[in-house]
């Protein structure tokens, strides 16, 4: 059976599961997996010199299992994309996959069908992330201290890769003022 595979990968907070679970409500035919789904339990993750916990690199999720996912999804591709994907035979199936290092797991290189990059400025995305809730929480510093400077050196990896990522967006939706709404 046909399949089609999308990758959406880039910044932590970027809206990368924004975006896929926009285009799942558009595509009937959609199943999403998301690496976030996969990380390793708090005592399995190792602490840096500074005693922040390391979540921003691939050993910090189970690669494996999210591997064994996908395998799942592309022997069953209909399978759990909801009834409304079984309507027609004649509909690809579609797979979003989306996570922060998704481009810098090399098993993934061969999968993808389309794949594209989100970036937004460092201070939007450090002021998204400071609204976010965290399970354990970003202690304080470990945005400057961890998260940033991982993701501009996985950037800074993607750069070895072998195939073309199909697009970078970088993009910031900023709130409309009042006065668009006649206020």
């Keep these: 059976m046909k399949t089609f595979v ?6 932590t907070n970027g809206g990368k599961t924004t975006l896929a679970k926009n285009l799942q409500k558009q595509l009937p035919n959609c199943s ?8 390793k339990p708090e005592s399995e993750i190792d602490i840096d010199e500074n005693g922040f916990l390391q979540y921003d690199v691939l050993e910090a999720l189970n690669m ?4 064994s996912a996908i395998s799942c999804w592309m022997e069953n591709p209909g399978h759990s994309a909801g009834p409304a994907a079984l309507e027609s035979s004649q509909r690809v199936p579609i797979l ?15 999968i993808w069908n389309r794949s594209y990059f989100l970036t937004i400025p460092y201070e939007e995305c450090k002021r998204r992330r400071s609204t976010r809730v ?3 929480p970003d202690p304080p510093g470990y ?3 961890h998260v940033w400077p991982m993701y ?3 950037r800074q990896e993607m750069n070895t890769i072998t195939w073309n990522i199909d697009s970078i967006w970088s993009f ?3 709130p409309l003022p009042d006065v668009a709404y006649g206020g």
């Design 64 to 67: 494996e299992e999210m591997m």
């Design 152 to 154: 501009l050196k996985h």
């Design 143 to 145: 945005f400057d201290g």
């Design 134 to 136: 965290y399970e354990p």
């Design 96 to 110: 979003i996959i989306e996570g922060f290092l998704l481009f810098n797991y090399k098993p993934l290189d061969t």
């Design 172 to 174: 910031i939706e900023p």
């Design 32 to 39: 999403i997996i998301s690496q976030d789904d996969f990380f």
């Design 6 to 11: 999308i990758g959406i990968g880039g910044v």
